[in-house]
Antibody, heavy 122, light 111 residues
Framework: EVQLVESGGGLVKPGGSLRLSCTVSGFTFSDYTMTWVRQAPGKRLEWVSSISSVTTNIYNADSLRGRFTVSRDNAKNSLYLQMNSLRAEDTAIYYC???????????????WGQGILVTVSS | NFMLTQPHSVSESPGKTVTISCTRSSGSIASNFVQWYQQRPGSSPTTVISENNERPSGVPDRFSGSIDSSSNSASLTISGLKTEDEADYYCQSYDVTNRVVFGGGTKLTVL
């Protein structure tokens, strides 16, 4: 059974940093591109970042302006999202998602984690 | 970049058929695959249709997807509606720069 479990969320002050993790099981993690997607309260899904299987290619949403960095550790079956200079508008549930293929040019998601809440507030 | 526009909400009775549209603002709908995700209240999304019309294993055949180049839109059709189908549905595609675009979501009410 494919499982994706996010952790590391919580309350952080504006300007602060947070590192999210996503630990997976049930598939060969090192064979697939992985993605972060977020959803602000009552809003649509918003793509954040994708990383290919061997970390050679990364795509980020332009709106993040380099504040977020995605990475992965294939030995630990884990995906990460380092979030810096956090703003109130970054408040959202953050989901990790497994891409169906290891092709960054075909961002199609087949499994999602349960999500983790990040709240940016003073 | 382009946008995907969905109706804000649709409603239909149990046992009936409903279709949710997703219109691409620029570029051809046929250029890149369209996916559909179901999100029940308080839950994470699940994939119901990928690559325009492929149903993942475990998704009932009541769910089907299609694209229409004449209207530059994709559609999700759910037949034999059940109360458990009540959820938000999001379409998703991507552009030539591989940036991902989600539609605004459609709230399906089964009443």
């Amino acid at each position: 059974e494919v499982q994706l479990v996010e952790s590391g969320g919580g309350l952080v002050k504006p300007g602060g940093s947070l590192r999210l993790s996503c630990t997976v099981s049930g598939f060969t993690f090192s064979d697939y591109t992985m993605t972060w997607v977020r959803q602000a309260p009552g809003k649509r899904l918003e793509w954040v970042s994708s990383i290919s299987s061997v970390t050679t290619n990364i795509y980020n949403a332009d709106s993040l302006r380099g504040r977020f960095t995605v990475s992965r550790d294939n030995a630990k079956n884990s995906l990460y999202l380092q979030m810096n200079s956090l703003r109130a508008e970054d408040t959202a549930i953050y989901y990790c998602a497994k891409n169906k293929y290891d092709i960054l040019t075909e961002p199609i998601f087949d499994y999602w984690g349960q999500g983790i809440l990040v709240t940016v507030s003073s | 970049n382009f946008m995907l526009t969905q109706p804000h909400s649709v409603s239909e009775s149990p046992g009936k058929t409903v279709t949710i549209s997703c219109t691409r603002s620029s570029g051809s709908i046929a250029s890149n695959f369209v996916q559909w995700y179901q999100q029940r209240p308080g839950s994470s999304p699940t994939t119901v249709i990928s690559e325009n019309n492929e149903r993942p294993s475990g998704v009932p055949d009541r769910f089907s997807g299609s694209i229409d180049s004449s209207s530059n839109s994709a559609s999700l059709t759910i037949s034999g509606l059940k109360t458990e189908d009540e959820a938000d549905y999001y379409c998703q595609s991507y552009d030539v720069t591989n940036r991902v675009v989600f539609g605004g979501g459609t709230k399906l009410t089964v009443l």
